[in-house]
């Protein structure tokens, strides 16, 4: 009965101070540049568009760039053509995450592998790269660790879903049957004196 309440408590301290929060959930930002042509007057733009719902244009290392979102989301488009473009290859992936992590060497090290969008570091952080949002998200070990404090915290002990609902409200009656006893021993005790 005092796992979940001792498993609870220690993990609840840990959210209090937060210990490694600030790196572990850093936002890691593509590196832009200052845009040479804006594409964005609606003279430059096709008529039949009532489709796009926002426009991004952005310059990064690896040129000019034109984001635009749609009901199913963003897609990346040459500024000059208009057309999408084709997803870059693992050296643009490289140059452009590079340019990213270059100012925090010390969180992200060297680029060890570009696997697709999948980018792993030699201090073991992952980065991901969102090509139609042009976005990066970092997960490292320090990541892992407070995801892994934040499940126990919540009770979600085996990553089955169902069965974590089972145990949360298990674990949640226990904590209650425990201070509920704890209560009744202490007016049975105070009677008894």
Known sequence: MLLPFIAWAVTGVFFFFKPGYKTAYQPLAIKTY???????????LPEKKEDWLEIRQLK??????????TTQGWQHISPTSLNVIAPPDQQAIKKLVNDA????KARYGEIKSVDNFLITTSTDVRITLNWPGMTLRQQGVDTDFINTIYNIHYL???????L????????LFLMVLLAGLGVMMTTKRQKTV
């Open 34 to 44: 200052p845009v040479n042509q804006h594409v964005l007057p609606a003279s430059n």
């Open 60 to 69: 990064t290392i690896l040129g000019e760039h034109l984001l635009v979102k």
């Open 101 to 104: 992590i270059a100012s925090n």
């Open 156 to 162: 979600r002990w085996t990553g089955i879903k169902a």
């Open 164 to 171: 974590d609902q089972v145990l949360g409200v298990v674990g």
